[in-house]
Each structure stands twice: as C-alpha cells, then as structure tokens.
C-alpha cells in the first residue's frame, strides 16, 4: 500500500497540459477536460503501480492532455517480459474502467451523455497510446518485438524509423480532415519533438543502457547467445550487438579458428573502466588470458 501512496510523489504536470486547461477553461470544456484527465490518471497509474510491483525505479511520471510519459531508471535491461507487462498495464486499465462504466449507466447512476462521452474518451486514448511512435505503449512495444531479434541500436532506431513515418502520416491524415483542430497539432508537435530528442540522444541512450549492464543490478538473462568475433575487431563493434535479454559469451577468432573467449562484464569492463576505447578483441584476449 505504502508503495501505490508513493507513486503520487513522482506526479509531473507537463507545461502543456496547463495551456490546454487554460483553453478548456476559456471554451467551457474544464468538466470534459476533467474526465478526460482522469482516464489519462488511471492509465498513467497502471504503469506505475506495475512498474512499482516489479521494484522498478520510477524518476517521475509527466501527465500530458492526451497521455502521460513514464521515466524509470532501468534502461532496458529489465527482462522483456516484465516490461511487456509495464507497458500493457496502462491500456489494461480502460477496460475495467468502461465495464464499471457500463454497470453505473445500466444502472442509471451515468447519464446517456457522459456515459457515452467516457466511452469515447476510453476508446480515443486507448487507440492512440497504440500508434507505433515512441514514446506511446505503441512505440515501446515495438522496441520490445525488435529486442526479440536484434541488437539493441538496431532495435531502436529501427523503432525510431517507424515512429518518423507514423508521424508523417498522422500529419497527412490531420490535412485531410482536421487540419484546424489546434489539440491535434499540439500532439503532433509534441510526438515530433520527442522522437526528434530520441534520435539526437540515440548513442547516450545506448551507452546508457551499457553502463545499466555492467554498473546495475543484473538482469534475468532469457538465452545465452554466443558473439563470434575476429580478434580484429573493436570493442565497442562488439558492444553494439548485445542484445536485451541475453547472456553474449565472445567468442574470438582468427583465420576462422577460435582463440578464445571472454566474457561480456570484460569487455564492459575494459571499456567503462579501463578506459579502452579503441581496443580490439585480440587486446582483451591476451590481457586477460595471459
């Protein structure tokens, strides 16, 4: 219980969710803008009381007037399930809050007018936090499928991609039949610069994910997979194709014959901690083995 009561310290009002209050106010929208807020809490909620159950490390969690965004310490290296089940938490929540809904307006405790209002919000925000663009559930699913078979760079900017061409056609979209709907926009604007920022941050999220690795606390490892390298090969090459979930044994060769191995925590050791850049595996091989 302790742990839900403490989610509310992590609350975040995103700047813009004031203007769009502010909008709300000035058009006589503040009671829809209030449900609509309160769907968006619930949802928000569901991933944090999800992530909290796992012993995650919520920084805080922004509300937005269309969603909200969660930021946690862990970087990718908690197991895929687990964050499947995070991810899957908030869209969870809309279906027992349109079955409770459902119960009250047959009831007739809900009037025909909200009822079918909070039915609509439900629906608008549980399709539209499943568009593939980061950072929506849609987006991080995406990054969890592509984790299932592809390094974690490639996976997400892969992921990255799809949400840039997702954004472009959710502009074209708006041109044809919104184009003055000034909430549409803002969210557009909003997706935009956050895949933007991604893209820009890409190698730091990257590294960062490296330093969870080697520095954070150890994740449950689903497979062991086996790198083959040359041993002329650099470290951060190497580095680039972990892969979340699994264990990489590094297997070195040369003239196809294998010379042998090391560990991953080596290679991040000697990277992170004894600063060697532009090492190569044969480097690694022969001052660790010998």
């Avoid at 919104?178 to 933007?196: E, G, K, M, R």
């Amino acid at each position: 219980m302790n742990k839900i009561i403490s989610l509310f310290s992590h609350i975040h009002i995103h700047p813009l969710l004031w203007f769009v209050i502010a909008i709300a106010v000035l058009t006589a929208r503040f009671i829809e803008l209030c449900l609509l807020l309160l769907i968006i809490f619930v949802h928000e909620m569901g991933h944090a009381a999800a992530a909290s159950f796992f012993s995650w490390r919520i920084k805080k969690f922004s509300l937005l007037p269309f969603g909200g965004v969660m930021e946690v310490e862990e970087h990718g290296n908690r197991p895929l399930i687990e964050e499947g089940a995070v991810i899957l938490a908030g869209p969870f929540q809309h279906f027992w809050m349109m079955g409770l809904a459902f119960l009250f307006y047959k009831l007739s405790l809900l009037p025909d007018y909200w009822y079918g209002l909070f039915i609509q919000y439900n629906f608008m925000i549980l399709i539209f936090n499943f568009l593939p663009i980061w950072p929506l559930d849609g987006g991080k699913l995406l990054f969890l499928m592509f984790s299932l078979k592809r390094s974690f760079p490639e996976a997400h900017k892969i992921t990255l991609l799809i949400s840039i061409c997702s954004i472009v056609l959710f502009t074209f979209i708006t041109l044809m039949t919104a184009p003055v709907n000034l909430n549409v926009w803002i969210v557009i604007v909003f997706l935009a610069y956050s895949v933007y920022n991604e893209w820009k941050q890409m190698r730091f999220v990257f590294i960062r994910f490296l330093l969870e690795r080697y520095y954070g606390k150890n994740s449950d490892f689903r497979s062991l997979k086996p790198i083959i390298v040359s041993e002329d090969e650099l470290v951060i090459k190497i580095l680039e194709r972990f892969q979340r979930g699994c264990k990489h044994p590094i297997i070195i060769e040369k003239n196809g014959k294998e010379k042998g191995s090391l560990d991953e925590n080596e290679l991040l050791h000697a990277y992170f901690t004894e600063k060697m850049t532009s090492a190569k595996a044969g480097d690694l091989l022969y001052t660790y083995k010998w």
